[in-house]
């Protein structure tokens, strides 16, 4: 079944732009763990939500 080398080449694109995705995610997600396993070592007990929350409202702007 020979299949259209301009769908070939949208399928190629496709495949491209989801693992440029993942990629993107994963690095998103890493360094938000890594940014609340940090506050989690500095902050102990109740003291961590307050500094979570610090933090999230003072990074909302990027």
């Known amino acids: 079944m020979p299949q259209d080398p301009d769908a070939r080449f949208k399928t ?3 495949v491209v732009g989801i693992l440029g ?5 994963s690095m ?3 360094k938000a763990f890594a ?3 940090l506050l989690w070592q500095q902050h102990a007990g109740g ?3 307050a500094a979570l929350a610090r933090y999230l409202f003072r990074n909302l702007a990027g």
């Open 21 to 25: 995705l993942v990629g993107l995610l």
């Open 47 to 49: 003291d961590f939500w």
């Open 12 to 14: 190629a694109l496709q």
């Open 28 to 30: 998103v997600f890493h």
């Open 35 to 37: 940014d609340i396993s």
